[in-house]
């Protein structure tokens, strides 16, 4: 996992591309402590 400091180290922008494209291979797995209520 990433931290919120890593994210915003790295950019905002590449982290969503990775998670885009994990949801598109079906491989992405949100953590525990960090579930978004639709």
């Known amino acids: 996992g990433k931290s919120f ?4 180290r ?3 922008t590449p ?3 990775s998670i885009q494209a ?3 291979a079906g491989t992405y797995r ?3 402590n960090r579930k978004v209520e639709p």
Not at 5 to 8: H, L, N, Q, R, Y
Request: glycine share 6%; no cysteine; net charge negative.
């Open 5 to 8: 400091a890593d994210v915003e």
């Open 10 to 12: 790295e950019g905002v």
């Open 15 to 17: 982290f969503l591309e």
């Open 22 to 24: 994990e949801l598109l």
């Open 30 to 32: 949100p953590q525990a």
